[in-house]
């Protein structure tokens, strides 16, 4: 099955819709309410504070530079907000006090790049040009009039400038401590986001851990494990970058742009109800942009997962590759899933170019329209005029800020459908029916076993276990053996209740099994595989899988108990030795020997030993003979066993054939019966050529 097919197989069995899904994961967010308001509020004061500024720079504007156009008047004194120009004291209108006289208007205007002195008042404003005689013209539509004017040096300029210095500065420390309270509070909401987020995620890879624990073995038979370690670290961490990023953006940019809606309403209702236009073509382009990337980014994720299984299986099966020739036929898969890969990869970048910088370039150069035409129309001239410099400043300072909270969400978009792919995987995993892990402890049974008709089937109605029934007492060695696919490893996943059979009852002390938790039954069971797993850590922490009530002593106790003492002996820390990943350091004996050990160190009540000793060799295997005739008194062991030498001493050999028991006996009793068990040992020591051969 391609990676596609076990993605769309996830999402078919996934328990809901997209808003299911986002509304499970606000379920999570809300566990972390606090902080995640607090984050929001403190990214409501960044935004309230950075989208301060074009006001800021708005009254520098209007009060502090374009002012210097307002009407002057004749002062009787001089003060702090006082000109004197040709020994007269001056004050602009503003800057009298309640009672305060005032003498003759006077006026400065600017015309080019000079300004100019007129000794009275001008009645209306206009477009402004000089005279070869150097007059001031001022006309507004068929109106005109001509002023009689002096050009101010640069100096007396700037005397008239002087008195608002003290207020730009003011303005321009408010401005930088805007910028330090917007900085402070970005980052307070930053930190608790993302501390947020990460609280989130570590409570997510927990459930989802857990569930693992709960899952029966069945379900990793059909998941590669692959599959699952990547919804454990790969999709947790998307979902985390859809808190800290995704959702992020989508908040700061939601924030943003209300605020500069609010501020554009402030300025002026009839443009920003006209600049209106945005919203609605943004939520069509995240829409229609949707659904296209969507499809892209599917098809990405399944070729990402493809390149990653070959590069996988390439790995691990190097040395099988390059014994047959293989690596032409690895390069041409590869190459062909990378080329699929390549191929969306630049649809999906054409998408995003066109949508995320042309169209975004086509809404803002028809939002200057609007502004230009709107400004340039009657707003800023004439005996209507209706802005000011600082408001047309603001206006175009606040719509190049608009587009870039557009810019941002539509970023996220990929970004935000990735996340929601994730989470679908993560919760068709966390909804999958599993067991709660059991605390109950109970006292160690005596290990007499029953099968009472017992049918199993790893797929309905394909039996592989037909009608079992058979008995073990109390310190009895069962063994079980038969062709490939004959139902031996079936019977012990039973017993250790890996799986659970279809019909028929298995009894423990004549308690049935499944009326006993699997954790608490299996307190007092030990098994061995054919393939032993070590964990990463130590030789002593592999035999008492870091039980407490496991010490030091029983630790070697155990292992000299399976001769594992003397094969152990030349490492140089002993059982403090490190094993790395699967005990790769340590041969294929020393790792079964631990294994035995391990199962030992547990005092199981029931023993399993499946293949134990197959990929032993046959002095290792004589060590271990003799440590289980010790160890196997006062407990019962099953046994499954290919060589068929190792069970001769089994009180009980049951001989399987196509899951049902064709004979049963010890090792004497079956030989003088010269049935199917007979024929496997005399195969066995060279006598009697298999079925099919010679």
């Not at 500069?260 to 069509?284: E, G, S, T």
């Amino acid at each position: 099955m391609s990676d596609t097919e076990h993605y769309d197989l996830d999402i078919d069995r996934s328990a809901g819709s997209k808003k299911q899904t986002l509304a499970r994961l606000i379920k999570y967010a809300l566990g972390f309410k606090t902080q995640l308001l607090l984050a929001l509020l403190m990214l409501a004061v960044a935004v309230t504070a950075e989208l301060a500024g074009p006001f800021v720079a708005k009254r520098m504007i209007d009060l502090h530079i374009s002012g210097i156009e307002k009407p002057w008047f004749r002062a009787e004194s001089a003060g702090t907000a006082a000109v004197i120009f040709d020994g007269v004291a001056y004050k602009r209108e503003d800057r009298f006090g309640e009672g305060e006289p005032k003498g003759a208007e006077v006026r400065i205007v600017q015309a080019g790049t000079a300004y100019y002195f007129i000794d009275g008042s001008i009645p209306f404003d206009g477009s402004r040009s000089v005279t070869e005689r150097g007059e001031v013209r001022i006309q507004s539509g068929a109106e005109s009039r001509t002023y009689e004017a002096r050009q101010l040096t640069v100096q007396e300029t700037f005397s008239f400038f002087r008195p608002e210095i003290a207020g730009m500065i003011r303005l321009c420390w408010f401005y930088f401590g805007l910028l330090a309270v917007s900085a402070l509070f970005s980052y307070g909401q930053r930190y608790f986001l993302q501390s947020s987020a990460n609280r989130i995620i570590r409570d997510m890879r927990t459930d989802v851990f857990g569930q693992l624990n709960r899952m029966p073995v069945r379900y990793f038979d059909n998941l590669p494990a692959g599959k699952v370690v990547s919804r454990v670290t790969n999709d947790t961490e998307t979902i985390r970058e859809l808190y800290v990023t995704v959702l992020a953006n989508f908040f700061t940019g939601a924030l943003y742009m209300a605020g500069i809606f609010v501020a554009l309403f402030i300025l002026d209702v009839k443009l920003a109800a006209i600049c209106l236009f945005i919203l609605p073509v943004l939520a069509v382009w995240i829409y229609v942009y949707g659904r296209k990337a969507k499809r892209y980014n599917r098809t990405i994720r399944s070729a990402v997962g493809e390149i990653n299984g070959v590069i996988n299986e390439s790995i691990q099966g190097m040395p099988v590759v390059q014994a047959f020739g293989g690596e032409k036929r690895i390069e041409a898969e590869f190459e062909a899933i990378n080329s699929r890969l390549f191929t969306f990869r630049n649809k999906l970048l054409n998408l995003n170019s066109f949508t995320g910088h042309n169209l975004v370039g086509v809404i803002r150069n028809i939002a200057f329209v609007a502004v230009i035409w709107y400004f340039g129309g009657t707003a800023l001239s004439g005996p209507g005029a209706i802005v000011t410099l600082g408001v047309l400043y603001a206006f175009v300072d606040y719509l190049n800020r608009l587009f870039n909270p557009i810019v941002n969400i539509v970023n996220q978009l990929p970004n935000l459908e990735t996340a929601l792919v994730s989470a679908e995987r993560v919760f068709v995993l966390l909804d999958e029916e599993g067991e709660d892990v059991s605390d109950r402890r109970m006292d160690r049974f005596k290990g007499d076993v029953k099968f009472d008709d017992v049918w199993f089937a790893y797929k309905e109605e394909e039996y592989v276990l037909k009608g079992i029934g058979f008995e073990a007492k109390q310190g009895q060695t069962v063994a079980l053996v038969g062709h490939t696919g004959s139902g031996k490893s079936s019977i012990l996943n039973l017993l250790f209740r890996f799986y659970d059979s279809k019909r028929g009852t298995i009894s423990i002390d004549g308690t049935d099994i499944r009326d006993v938790p699997k954790q608490t039954l299996r307190q007092h069971m030990g098994i061995v595989l054919q393939d032993p797993f070590l964990f990463t850590g130590t030789i002593g922490s592999n035999v008492s899988l870091d039980d407490p009530s496991i010490t030091r002593e029983r630790i070697l106790k155990v292992l000299a108990d399976v001769g594992a003492d003397r094969l152990l002996e030349h490492l140089p820390k002993g059982i403090d030795e490190p094993v790395i990943e699967k005990g790769s350091t340590l041969s294929a004996g020393q790792r079964q020997l631990i294994s035995f050990a391990r199962a030992l160190a547990f005092d199981p009540a029931i023993l399993i030993l499946d293949e134990a000793t197959s990929n032993i060799d046959t002095e290792t295997e004589a060590l271990i003979q003799k440590a289980l005739e010790v160890v196997k008194k006062g407990r019962t062991t099953f046994v499954i066993a290919h060589r068929l030498s190792t069970i001769r001493s089994a009180d009980l050999i049951l001989v399987l054939d196509r899951g049902r028991i064709v004979e049963r006996g010890n090792h004497d009793e079956l030989m003088k019966r010269q049935g199917k068990y007979y024929q496997m040992v005399q195969i066995q020591h060279g006598d009697l050529a298999p079925a099919g051969i010679g």
